[in-house]
T-cell receptor
Framework: DAKTTQPPSMDCAEGRAANLPCNHSTISGNEYVYWYRQIHSQGPQYIIHGLKNNETNEMASLIITEDRKSSTLILPHATLRDTAVYYCIVTPDSNYQLIWGAGTKLIIKP | ETGVTQSPTHLIKTRGQQVTLRCSSQ?????VSWYQQALGQGPQFIFQYYREEENGRGNFPPRFSGLQFPNYSSELNVNALELDDSALYLC????????????FGPGTRLTVL
């Protein structure tokens, strides 16, 4: 079973920041938090990952709470192309099996 | 740099038949993982191949089998197809020894009638 809990769906206005929460209260000390997204009928796409510190790349920012029991993925200026299912995954080894939950369906509205 | 490719893109089979799906990994990657994604659900791990050997398996019956070739491309074989095998089959490649991501192909949509 997935070790993460995410809301099933969220809406966000185009141009605004999309904040996607993820709970992972049973995360272990050696587990990373990974975020992927899947645009309709395509393969999942890596977004970002982190262990303890907040991370930022060209796609998004990842904020991890100090106790590491939850995190938030931030898409700073959402566009219609960001409409997708977003998956939060915790894993000690990103090269091994990833256990996926149902994800959050994010709909960006014009 | 060539990304992960999968073939065919779509496939229709009947119950009881056998199917082979193919995956070419990204250049420089030595690990291939296969996932099954039913409609409306997250992907489920089938198995992983590393240097031509199975390196872990999810909760799938033995009629799901695989191969990895010296060039690190891979095949997924499913025997005695069942209606519930209808799904999107995803292949992902990666390199061991890093905390980098898995790169996914576009998937093969299998329909079993």
């Amino acid at each position: 079973d997935a070790k993460t809990t995410q809301p099933p769906s969220m809406d966000c206005a185009e141009g605004r920041a999309a904040n996607l929460p993820c709970n992972h209260s049973t995360i272990s000390g050696n587990e990373y938090v990974y975020w992927y997204r899947q645009i309709h009928s395509q393969g999942p796409q890596y977004i970002i990952h982190g262990l303890k510190n907040n991370e930022t790349n060209e796609m998004a920012s990842l904020i991890i709470t100090e106790d590491r029991k939850s995190s938030t993925l931030i898409l700073p200026h959402a566009t219609l192309r960001d409409t997708a299912v977003y998956y939060c995954i915790v894993t000690p080894d990103s090269n091994y099996q990833l256990i996926w939950g149902a994800g959050t369906k994010l709909i960006i509205k014009p | 740099e060539t990304g992960v490719t999968q073939s065919p893109t779509h496939l229709i089979k009947t119950r009881g038949q056998q199917v082979t799906l193919r995956c070419s990994s990204q250049s420089g990657h030595n690990t291939v993982s296969w996932y099954q994604q039913a409609l409306g659900q997250g992907p489920q791990f089938i198995f992983q191949y590393y240097r031509e050997e199975e390196n872990g398996r999810g909760n799938f019956p033995p009629r799901f089998s695989g191969l990895q070739f010296p060039n690190y491309s891979s095949e997924l074989n499913v025997n005695a197809l069942e209606l519930d095998d209808s799904a999107l089959y995803l292949c992902a490649s990666s390199s061991t020894g890093s905390t980098n991501e898995q790169f996914f192909g576009p998937g093969t949509r299998l329909t079993v009638l």
